[in-house]
């Protein structure tokens, strides 16, 4: 299973180095990873559906109870054959959508990325790793929004959403944390059979916060949902993908994950209600008021991402298996509309409703799966989107408390998606082609044939449910914790007043499409309330925030490296001599001092002679000169105390940092410009005191117990566990490893930092002139 | 700043002290040395050779880069330390060892690889660092 998650992150770095073979016709192929994919998913099924969890583990860091490790069971199956499913017709249309951009390679890399991550997600049951993955998604996300990195509405919607899903992400830690710390592990699984434990912990309220913010911001909840409408900045492929289909479902899995865990409270329940409802029915009567065609998809989507939470919310039997079908549904009809949209787009270059007419006249079979899909949006029989509605409304109906505004809420949003789901799927196809439009050509294939696929699965699901019902919907609400073995997925269930619902909500919601076109004049309208958008708020919140940022970047960091070293002795000199005078008193154990030798003396005056001539030399060079003597005279008092790695270690450095001095200093005017008398006297001081404080400081550490267990520990196991002698060593590439792989790794982005510095300021210097 | 007697050694010096930071990054497992002073050591090499013969002839002589040299160190460093997890279903970052100490080298393990990893990023980054203030200078 690691293999499978694996294989994305491979290919990724794989177009690294063979990006111009899959920029050209060999695109396509790319879609066999992902098609791999899901037949290997696909072959888990039979042992799914009997109820069996399949899981693999790997250790990571078994030290801090991080490990790798995967659980496949019925959400994460369904989730994966979403991922990989629709994946791969992604992939294979993204050939024909993005046909000889430049940067082919690059967007499959990213897309790849996404759905390694997406699945490492999906099938982790260890919090930890999946909020790294959870991380992943939304980097690749962002990677994928900025895809035309020349447009800037495009890198700002892309930071928008990297905000706003990496602050929930930083909530996800935090919760995974509390979480961790409740139960004593970080296993999903584990957590299972300690839900009483966590329900009656004082943390439980602060841990479903956090996990909520999470979710709400993945999942582009009110009132963090404005991330979505910025993210259609994306090639439609990825809107398709990412942002409608599964990254956006994430936060969805994530409540379906733990409600077993988490679930079940009044807290939990009544707050997905409401959070679900509001968004379901704020961002269903936005929809409304857009005439691009993907500002229509991405309200809709929202809209039906909190009617899932609400479902979520309501907690029974019949919402999860409400939810489930739903999920399926939504993914089908919405992945089709946007695939739809796109080939509009691509053909006639435009989205915007208004304009678009007649086109089934050219793109017959793009126009069958927008009808298709439209229908499923809708939920007229016999479209899986039926059975889905009726469920819903089942559930609804069903609900403990105010029941009729719940039912209100949710009709109200059905009618408003049935509404948006015919101006995408319908609209464009039925009425007068425009004469501008006259010229479009029919797309290709691959373009249309994705999108046909998922429309006609939408119907065929509806009309024999059992493919999907024992496959694929039971298992997912065994593992939200209900049996639902006895119920039957079924188009007909008599008359009854769900059917009722059913029927008012498609006559008004057709009637509504025939009445309210949608027109730039209710988008202007809507533009009017703009500035009370959480949008708004949270750009202006942002832009102050920045103009803070900058006052107090430039009070600090004020770009002389005087300052920056005066601020930090101060700071020290302060804060050492408080604790040290303020707590403890300093004591000095004068018998613990060794006695000085005259080799000692000989480097001490030395040293002493070398800092003079620094403080007074007129010349840079000498002072850069005397203070490598320094350096030097240092090293030698760490050979002569036996520390000999730290003396070469210190004796390399002091080399390179007098030759940087020196190749510096050698092309700065040769006039020196002394600092004042008044600034000299302070400095002085400053870096008397600094001296002062260490050294009693260092007295002070002789005079405390020392602690040798762990330096015992290391140098007793150096040999016996690492087979090395040298203990310095040994602690630096084994027994710390890992920090010595992230030191190397800062060491490496400092290097980076000063090489893109002064080339990128080469380059501008370059322009001027 | 070009003189020929340093310009003279430093060509024989170069490739003395390279052997010199290797001899030190492969006696750190019993000895004071290890990676980082073989780093440091192997780019005050080439910084020398720098100075004797200018930035363009060292430069010139190393052919790639030296920036290249911190990718290729990150990746033998963590892969050193994935190889227990990808083939012996062992924690990350455990040690592995060949059981036989090899002649000359001694006893070579994940830890070996990873120390190479960190010589290669030293020099790497050192490298680019006074390169990049050089040529900016």
């Keep these: 299973m690691l293999a499978a998650i694996l294989l994305g992150f491979l290919f990724a770095i794989l177009l690294v180095f063979t990006g111009k073979f899959f920029r050209g016709k060999l695109a396509v192929l790319s879609a066999i990873i992902p098609g791999a994919l899901f037949a290997y998913f696909a072959s888990f099924i039979p042992e799914i559906a009997s109820g069996e969890i399949i899981s693999r583990t790997y250790q990571w860091v078994p030290a801090f109870g991080v490990d790798l490790s995967f659980k496949l069971d019925g959400l994460s199956l369904l989730f994966s054959l979403m991922i990989t499913g629709i994946g791969f017709l992604v992939f294979a249309y993204t050939a024909s959508y993005l046909k000889g951009h430049k940067y082919l390679d690059r967007f499959y890399g990213y897309l790849s990325l996404f759905m390694a991550a997406m699945l490492g997600l999906v099938l982790s049951d260890n919090i930890i790793s999946l909020f790294v993955f959870w991380e992943l998604t939304s980097i690749s996300s962002f990677f994928l929004i900025g895809f035309n990195n020349s447009n800037p509405a495009s890198r700002k919607s892309a930071l928008t959403a990297l905000g706003i899903t990496g602050f929930g992400g930083f909530f996800l830690l935090a919760g995974a944390l509390l979480l961790g710390n409740i139960t004593g592990t970080f296993t999903i699984s584990e957590m299972l059979g300690m839900k009483e434990a966590i329900a009656g912990s004082e943390y439980y309220i602060l841990a479903v916060l956090f996990i909520f913010v999470a979710a709400f911001t993945k999942s582009a909840q009110f009132p963090f949902h404005f991330w979505l409408p910025g993210a259609m900045k994306a090639p439609t492929p990825v809107s398709t993908y990412l942002h409608s289909a599964t990254m956006v479902k994430a936060g969805i899995y994530l409540l379906m994950r733990f409600t077993p865990i988490l679930g079940d409270q009044e807290f939990w329940n009544t707050s997905l209600i409401i959070v679900g409802g509001i968004t379901m029915v704020y961002s269903a009567i936005h929809a409304l008021f857009r005439t691009d065609l993907k500002g229509v998809l991405a309200y809709s989507t929202i809209s039906a991402l909190g009617i899932l939470v609400f479902l979520i919310g309501l907690g029974t039997k019949g919402a999860f298996l409400a939810a489930a079908v739903f999920i399926i549904v939504h993914a089908l009809y919405k992945a089709t509309l946007f695939l739809v949209t796109g080939i509009i787009d691509h053909q006639t270059g435009t989205r915007d409703v208004t304009r678009l007419g007649g086109l089934r006249k050219i793109m017959m079979p793009v126009a069958i799966a927008g009808i298709l899909a439209a229908i499923s949006s809708a939920g007229i029989p016999p479209s899986i989107g039926f059975l889905g509605k009726e469920l819903t409304y089942e559930a609804s109906a069903h609900a403990e408390t105010f029941t009729v505004i719940i039912v209100i809420a949710i009709v109200l949003t059905k009618i408003l998606l049935l509404w948006a789901g015919f101006v995408a799927g319908i609209k464009p196809f039925v009425g007068k082609l425009p004469e501008a439009h006259k010229d479009v050509k029919a797309p290709g294939f691959l373009m249309w044939g994705p999108a046909i696929i998922l429309a006609v699965l939408g119907i065929l699901f509806g009309i024999f449910p059992k493919l999907i019902e024992s496959a694929l919907v039971k298992p997912v609400v065994l593992a939200l914790g209900a049996d639902a073995s006895d119920y039957h997925l079924a188009l007909w269930h008599g008359f009854n007043t769900v059917l009722l619902l059913s029927g008012i909500t498609i006559a008004v919601g057709i009637l509504l499409y025939f009445f309210v076109k949608p027109s730039i004049k209710l988008e202007n309208r809507i533009g009017k309330l703009e500035f009370i958008s959480p949008k708004s708020i949270l750009e202006k919140g942002t832009h102050y925030f920045g103009v803070f940022s900058a006052f107090w970047t430039n009070v600090f960091q004020n770009g002389y490296l005087r300052n920056y070293v005066t601020t930090i002795v101060l700071f020290l000199v302060v804060l050492v001599s408080y604790i040290l005078f303020g707590t403890a008193g300093v004591t000095i154990d004068y018998s613990k001092l060794s006695q000085v030798t005259a080799y000692e003396l000989v480097v001490a005056i030395i040293l002493i002679a070398g800092v003079f001539y620094t403080v007074f030399t007129k010349s840079r060079l000498a002072a850069v000169a005397a203070m490598g003597v320094v350096g030097l005279a240092i090293c030698l008092i760490f050979v002569f105390y036996s520390a000999p790695d730290l003396a070469m270690t210190q004796f390399s450095i002091d080399t390179l940092t007098v030759i940087l001095f020196v190749l510096v200093l050698y092309r700065l005017p040769k006039y020196l410009s002394l600092s004042d008398y008044k600034m000299r006297i302070r400095d002085g001081i400053l870096s008397v005191s600094l001296g002062a404080i260490i050294c009693l400081l260092a007295l002070q550490v002789l005079a405390e117990p020392t602690n040798s267990e762990i330096s015992d520990f290391y140098a007793e196991n150096a040999y016996k566990m690492a087979h090395g002698k040298n203990v310095v060593n040994v602690i630096l590439v084994d027994f710390r490893g890992a920090d010595t792989l992230i030191e190397i790794s800062v060491l490496a982005i400092a290097a980076i930092g000063v090489f893109g510095l002064l080339k990128l300021r080469l380059k501008s210097t370059d322009r001027s002139q | ?137």
Aim: glycine residues 12%; charged residues 10%; proline residues 7%.
């Design chain 2, 1 to 137: 700043m070009r003189t020929l007697i340093l310009k003279t050694a430093s060509n024989y010096l170069l490739p003395v002290l390279l052997v010199f930071s290797i001899f030190i990054l492969l006696r750190g497992h019993y000895l004071p040395g290890g990676g980082f002073v073989g780093g440091l050591i192997a780019a005050i090499a080439f910084v020398l050779h720098a100075f004797a013969n200018g930035l363009d002839n060292t430069k010139g002589l190393l052919r790639f880069h030296p920036g290249f040299l911190m990718p290729v160190g990150l990746g033998l460093a963590f892969f050193s330390g994935l190889t227990p997890v990808l083939f012996f279903d062992d924690p990350f970052m455990t040690g592995l060892w060949f059981p036989e100490p090899f002649p000359v080298i001694g006893s070579v393990g994940s830890a070996l690889f990873f120390d190479i990893g960190v010589y290669l990023v030293v020099i790497g980054v050192t490298l680019t660092i006074i390169f990049t203030i050089s040529e900016s200078a």
